[in-house]
């Protein structure tokens, strides 16, 4: 029989184990909730009252679902994603992966630096200043340290998004209109699918899958740190869900029975037609932060995955412990999508408006990302941790009614349908 003494110990011993582990899957779940993901849940909230709230809820074990086959594949295989599609399926299809996670990092981060710069202009702030003291810190964060202090810096930046909360509880929602208008779900009109799609969109998108499992590989988590990671992808799930419901319910409270016709196409305008709601300045600056923590955590976690999945594919060396002169190509390609992302910002403004754009576009590529992390899961993986089974069945059916509902309200909603 253990003393206690020694059963403290070994408490003592799994808590720092978790603690250890934790970040990967908070960090991503923390970007989830970006910029064009805050914009998609205030137009839902605007638009359609607490009619989209119930699938912010849904979506929570979706994602789940999805991110954790991505820690699984990283644990097990010690691969990042783009690797163990070129191991896997071949060079054609690692580069077809990598072509859509391009695309999808390209849109995430024009919306990342479109709020960040918004922020800026609240304050009179340049917009060229504000973009350049970004992407100055963003290249700061990641140079100058290891993985594991920017993704302390990250968790610490991301909380500001807990700040959300607040502006939902500030709104003063009624739960009797809550609960009705969840309910209440207009399956028939375009309208509502398409920002449906969008909702779906801004929930699972590319850059998250080859993030996560690349950050796994990264930090050289093992087989015994699976199920606290697979707890940090969890507790991230629902965080991320609750701070999009929380933006929904605060633009439904608020602006969508006094201002229906409010457009919410950028950060600027959600902020002024919420802050009298608010409590002025104070409201405003809570509302800022909550933008800030999630533009720039979004922008770190989609730049580097784009330079693990390009790194991953063309087979040069990356990672956050290698030193910039050790790993030219990964981290010059997390700089030139900084720099680049700012600059097409800075010279385009009206780029702003492609933010429920982006996460529809999201929704569409959902064949090729869940398709590819589905396959993995069936035969990259050892015999004892492979998709089989019930789960298996559930996580495609799962996985196609996703696909299928954001594929057709995107293309319903833009007209093609």
Same mark, same amino acid.
């Given at each position: 029989?253990?003393?206690?003494?020694?059963?403290?110990?070994?408490?003592?011993?799994?808590?720092?184990?978790?603690?250890?582990?934790?970040?990967?899957?908070?960090?991503?779940?923390?970007?989830?909730?970006?910029?064009?993901?805050?914009?998609?849940?205030?137009?839902?909230?605007?638009?359609?009252?607490?009619?989209?709230?119930?699938?912010?809820?849904?979506?929570?074990?979706?994602?789940?679902?999805?991110?954790?086959?991505?820690?699984?594949?990283?644990?097990?295989?010690?691969?990042?994603?783009?690797?163990?599609?070129?191991?896997?399926?071949?060079?054609?299809?690692?580069?077809?992966?990598?072509?859509?996670?391009?695309?999808?990092?390209?849109?995430?981060?024009?919306?990342?630096?479109?709020?960040?710069?918004?922020?800026?202009?609240?304050?009179?702030?340049?917009?060229?200043?504000?973009?350049?003291?970004?992407?100055?810190?963003?290249?700061?964060?990641?140079?100058?340290?290891?993985?594991?202090?920017?993704?302390?810096?990250?968790?610490?930046?991301?909380?500001?998004?807990?700040?959300?909360?607040?502006?939902?509880?500030?709104?003063?929602?009624?739960?009797?209109?809550?609960?009705?208008?969840?309910?209440?779900?207009? =399956?028939?009109?375009?309208?509502?699918?398409?920002?449906?799609?969008?909702?779906?969109?801004?929930?699972?998108?590319?850059?998250?899958? =080859?993030?996560?499992?690349?950050?796994?590989?990264?930090?050289?988590?093992?087989?015994?740190?699976?199920?606290?990671?697979?707890?940090?992808?969890?507790?991230?799930?629902?965080?991320?869900?609750?701070?999009?419901?929380?933006?929904?319910?605060?633009?439904?409270?608020?602006?969508?029975?006094?201002?229906?016709?409010?457009?919410?196409?950028?950060?600027?305008?959600?902020?002024?037609?919420?802050?009298?709601?608010?409590?002025?300045?104070?409201?405003?600056?809570?509302?800022?932060?909550?933008?800030? %923590?999630?533009?720039?955590?979004?922008?770190?976690?989609?730049?580097?995955?784009?330079?693990?999945?390009?790194?991953?594919?063309?087979?040069?060396?990356?990672?956050?412990?290698?030193?910039?002169?050790?790993?030219?190509?990964?981290?010059?390609?997390?700089?030139?999508?900084?720099?680049?992302?700012?600059?097409?910002?800075?010279?385009?403004?009206?780029?702003?408006?492609?933010?429920?754009?982006?996460?529809?576009?999201?929704?569409?590529?959902?064949?090729?990302?869940?398709?590819?992390?589905?396959?993995?899961?069936?035969?990259?993986?050892?015999?004892?941790?492979?998709?089989?089974?019930?789960?298996?069945?559930?996580?495609?059916?799962?996985?196609?009614?996703?696909?299928?509902? %954001?594929?057709?309200?995107?293309?319903?909603?833009?007209?093609?349908?």
């Amino acid at each position: 029989m253990p003393t206690s003494r020694e059963a403290v110990r070994s408490k003592q011993s799994r808590l720092a184990r978790a603690a250890a582990v934790f970040g990967p899957g908070l960090v991503v779940m923390l970007a989830d909730t970006d910029v064009g993901s805050i914009i998609t849940a205030g137009q839902s909230g605007v638009q359609w009252g607490y009619r989209l709230l119930l699938l912010q809820f849904l979506l929570m074990p979706i994602l789940f679902m999805v991110q954790e086959l991505t820690v699984r594949l990283g644990i097990f295989t010690g691969r990042g994603h783009g690797e163990l599609i070129r191991e896997t399926f071949g060079r054609f299809w690692a580069i077809v992966s990598a072509a859509g996670l391009a695309v999808a990092t390209g849109g995430a981060l024009l919306t990342e630096f479109s709020g960040v710069a918004g922020v800026g202009e609240l304050y009179g702030v340049p917009r060229a200043v504000t973009l350049a003291l970004a992407a100055g810190a963003l290249l700061l964060v990641v140079i100058t340290g290891s993985y594991r202090r920017a993704e302390r810096v990250m968790i610490a930046v991301g909380l500001f998004e807990l700040a959300f909360f607040y502006v939902a509880w500030a709104a003063h929602p009624h739960m009797a209109d809550i609960v009705r208008g969840a309910v209440n779900i207009p =399956f028939a009109n375009k309208g509502y699918v398409y920002l449906a799609a969008a909702n779906i969109g801004a929930v699972i998108m590319p850059w998250m899958i =080859f993030y996560q499992q690349s950050a796994v590989a990264d930090k050289k988590l093992r087989p015994e740190h699976y199920g606290a990671a697979r707890w940090d992808t969890a507790i991230g799930a629902v965080i991320t869900q609750l701070v999009m419901a929380a933006v929904l319910i605060a633009c439904a409270a608020t602006i969508a029975p006094n201002r229906p016709d409010a457009s919410l196409n950028t950060i600027g305008e959600m902020s002024q037609a919420l802050t009298p709601f608010l409590g002025g300045q104070a409201g405003r600056l809570v509302f800022s932060l909550g933008v800030l %923590g999630a533009g720039m955590v979004a922008a770190i976690v989609a730049s580097l995955a784009l330079a693990w999945g390009v790194g991953e594919v063309a087979g040069y060396r990356r990672s956050l412990e290698l030193r910039p002169l050790e790993a030219r190509w990964f981290y010059g390609i997390y700089a030139t999508c900084v720099v680049a992302g700012a600059l097409l910002v800075a010279v385009w403004p009206d780029l702003v408006a492609l933010n429920v754009g982006v996460q529809v576009m999201n929704a569409l590529l959902l064949p090729l990302v869940l398709g590819f992390l589905i396959a993995l899961a069936v035969r990259a993986l050892p015999d004892q941790h492979r998709l089989r089974g019930p789960y298996f069945w559930l996580v495609v059916a799962v996985s196609g009614l996703t696909t299928a509902l %954001g594929v057709f309200g995107g293309l319903q909603g833009a007209g093609s349908l």
